[in-house]
């Protein structure tokens, strides 16, 4: 099974004027990395090395010079240009010949998730991703804010409901999907809804009525955060501060995270280092390459993406 990711990227984040008037939210910092940097490295570190960036027109020109190719990761990234914000499901009507029938995983550039067992949880969503999709929920205090689950007894999906403004649950979608090949086929039949986009709510919609709708849930400790607003975009960025600092590991670093997966090697970490500026970033990938030639194998690839 050949995996392949797509981050949507592009919008207008009017709700973070004036800082995203020159240049989309994707490139607002998250503490030391650019907003993309944590979906790439999550893709990447789940074992994706095709990836589709959905961009908007003016920012392409600017994610090829931070990403390029993604050579430099051992990966293979490629863009596409979303004109006209559509919706979350446009996504998948855009990037169909990229997907080309496989199962892609989709990741919103505005979700940052952080906490013990993300990437086992998506490995699980690939391993059901053959046939149906998967849906990755969080309990959430403002469910009225979100697409919002609702289970039975059984712990089973029984509803999707976009933004309900009478309470259903307390068990929001987040921004992370995994899709079977189906999808592209599925969203071409999706109408756009009040506001005009093509929601990814109703393309659940459909696989739940065809029974091929599959969950997992995040524990209560595990950390989501819709950057939508300064407000949760300080708050992760602190997050990943006080992380970083107390426990001497580099997050959403998708070089880290490329290594992890072994698309490239102690080297690739060294010429990064070269090349990012940052001392202390750059001596993160050092001391990360430095680790993986030490006896004890037991701390050798032990930092976080």
Same mark, same amino acid.
């Given at each position: 099974?050949?995996?392949? /990711?797509?981050?949507?990227?592009?919008? @207008?984040?009017?709700?973070?004027?004036?800082?995203?008037?020159? &240049?989309?939210?994707?490139?607002?910092?998250?503490?030391?990395?650019?907003? $993309?940097?944590?979906?790439?490295?999550?893709?990447?570190?789940?074992? +994706?090395?095709?990836?589709?960036?959905?961009?908007?027109?003016?920012?392409?020109?600017?994610?090829?010079?931070?990403?390029?190719?993604?050579?430099?990761?051992?990966?293979?990234?490629?863009?596409?240009?979303? !004109? +006209? %914000?559509?919706?979350?499901?446009?996504?998948?009507?855009?990037?169909?010949? &990229?997907?080309?029938?496989?199962?892609?995983?989709?990741?919103?550039?505005?979700? &940052?998730?952080?906490?013990?067992?993300?990437?086992?949880?998506?490995?699980?969503?690939?391993?059901?991703?053959?046939?149906?999709?998967?849906?990755?929920?969080?309990?959430?205090?403002? !469910?009225?804010?979100? /697409?919002?689950?609702?289970?039975?007894?059984?712990?089973?999906?029984?509803?999707?409901?976009?933004? !309900?403004?009478?309470?259903?649950?307390?068990?929001?979608?987040?921004?992370?999907?995994?899709?079977d090949g189906r999808a592209c086929a599925l969203a071409k039949t999706l109408a756009p809804s009040k506001r005009g986009e093509l929601e990814i709510t109703d393309l659940n919609n459909l696989y739940l009525e065809q029974e091929e709708l599959r969950s997992i849930?995040?524990?209560?400790? &595990?950390?989501?955060?819709?950057?939508?607003?300064?407000?949760? $975009?300080?708050?992760?960025?602190?997050?990943?501060?006080?992380?970083?600092?107390?426990?001497?590991?580099?997050? =959403?670093?998708?070089?880290?995270?490329?290594?992890? %997966? /072994?698309?490239?090697?102690?080297? =690739?970490?060294?010429? %990064?280092?070269?090349?990012?500026? @940052?001392?202390?970033?750059?001596?993160?990938?050092? @001391?990360?390459?430095?680790?993986?030639?030490?006896?004890?194998?037991?701390?050798?690839?032990? @930092?976080?993406?």
């Amino acid at each position: 099974m050949k995996k392949k /990711g797509i981050i949507l990227a592009a919008g @207008n984040a009017t709700r973070l004027y004036p800082g995203t008037i020159p &240049f989309g939210k994707p490139f607002l910092p998250i503490y030391d990395k650019p907003m $993309i940097f944590y979906p790439l490295s999550i893709l990447l570190q789940s074992g +994706v090395r095709d990836i589709l960036i959905v961009t908007a027109p003016r920012d392409k020109a600017l994610f090829h010079a931070l990403l390029g190719d993604g050579s430099q990761f051992g990966a293979a990234i490629s863009y596409i240009e979303q !004109p +006209v %914000a559509r919706g979350i499901a446009d996504a998948f009507i855009l990037g169909e010949s &990229f997907i080309d029938g496989d199962p892609v995983c989709l990741v919103l550039c505005d979700n &940052f998730f952080y906490g013990e067992g993300l990437d086992e949880a998506i490995e699980k969503g690939w391993k059901n991703a053959g046939t149906g999709a998967t849906i990755f929920c969080q309990h959430v205090s403002n !469910p009225s804010c979100y /697409g919002v689950v609702s289970f039975n007894n059984s712990d089973k999906v029984i509803g999707l409901t976009e933004k !309900p403004q009478t309470f259903i649950s307390n068990w929001a979608a987040t921004g992370l999907y995994i899709y079977d090949g189906r999808a592209c086929a599925l969203a071409k039949t999706l109408a756009p809804s009040k506001r005009g986009e093509l929601e990814i709510t109703d393309l659940n919609n459909l696989y739940l009525e065809q029974e091929e709708l599959r969950s997992i849930k995040f524990h209560k400790d &595990f950390l989501w955060f819709d950057l939508g607003t300064y407000a949760s $975009i300080l708050e992760a960025g602190n997050l990943v501060a006080k992380i970083e600092s107390r426990d001497h590991v580099r997050i =959403g670093c998708p070089y880290i995270a490329a290594y992890q %997966a /072994g698309y490239i090697d102690e080297q =690739g970490l060294l010429d %990064a280092a070269k090349t990012v500026g @940052n001392p202390v970033y750059a001596a993160s990938l050092r @001391n990360t390459a430095a680790m993986s030639l030490m006896p004890d194998e037991s701390i050798s690839k032990d @930092n976080r993406i």
